[in-house]
T-cell receptor, first 115, second 116 residues
Framework: DAGVIQSPRHEVTEMGQEVTLRCKPI?????LFWYRQTMMRGLELLIY????????DSGMPEDRFSAKMPNASFSTLKIQPSEPRDSAVYFC?????????????FGNGTRLTVT | QKEVEQNSGPLSVPEGAIASLNCTYS??????FFWYRQYSGKSPELIMS????GDKEDGRFTAQLNKASQYVSLLIRDSQPSDSATYLC????????????????FGKGTLLTVNP
């Protein structure tokens, strides 16, 4: 079991640039979640998908953020244009959809720094 | 009231002591509760899950759930320096009142330091 795979592990970019974060969920899991973690706000849910369909994107901070899940094994989170306040660790997690007792399994995260 | 609240910490205990971590939640009908451990610079990892009232033990860890009081806790017996980490409480909270859609909501975490 390879676990949830995220790339890149670290991203440093300049303000205004486009950033794309990638995630491969655990095979068989059909829910995928994107979280952002900062010291100030803790772990925040940005968006989640069930069976590749976005279910709740109420946590996406603004239109600069977008997420896609074109198939069951791949998702992207894009920030365009990036701003320094977007600097955080972004986690992807997966689980079984509609199983209330199913825990989340996290990837190793992408540490984003926007200068 | 915040959906999931944890004692703010940081919590410092001597090696060998019992560490007690507490969490309260707002949704009365929540049914699944999880404790995650997060080492500095790492991702959260699941250490305990609990679904029924009472205690659930796994090695040195005991999770306690009281649905009437909307309270869940984690006890770590014989604390070790390697237990030093941030502990996150997570609860499945209904997205909307009366609905059947849930999302896993995390508390801000409690930083635990175990001193040798």
């Amino acid at each position: 079991d390879a676990g949830v795979i995220q790339s890149p592990r670290h991203e440093v970019t300049e303000m205004g640039q486009e950033v794309t974060l990638r995630c491969k969920p655990i095979s068989g899991h059909n829910s995928l979640f994107w979280y952002r973690q900062t010291m100030m706000r803790g772990l925040e849910l940005l968006i989640y998908f069930n069976n590749n369909v976005p279910i709740d994107d109420s946590g996406m901070p603004e239109d600069r953020f977008s997420a896609k899940m074109p198939n069951a094994s791949f998702s992207t989170l894009k920030i365009q244009p990036s701003e320094p306040r977007d600097s955080a660790v972004y986690f992807c997690a997966s689980s079984f959809a509609d199983r209330i007792f199913s825990p989340l399994h996290f990837g190793n995260g992408t540490r984003l720094t926007v200068t | 009231q915040k959906e999931v609240e944890q004692n703010s910490g940081p919590l410092s205990v001597p090696e060998g002591a019992i560490a007690s971590l507490n969490c309260t939640y707002s949704d009365r009908v929540s049914q699944s509760f999880f404790w995650y451990r997060q080492y500095s610079g790492k991702s959260p990892e699941l250490i305990m899950s609990i679904y029924s009232n009472g205690d659930k033990e796994d090695g040195r860890f005991t999770a306690q759930l009281n649905k009437a009081s909307q309270y869940v806790s984690l006890l770590i017996r014989d604390s070790q320096p390697s237990d030093s980490a941030t502990y996150l409480c997570a609860v499945n909270i209904r997205k909307n009142s009366g609905g059947s859609n849930y999302k896993l909501t995390f508390g801000k975490g409690t930083l635990l330091t175990v001193n040798p």
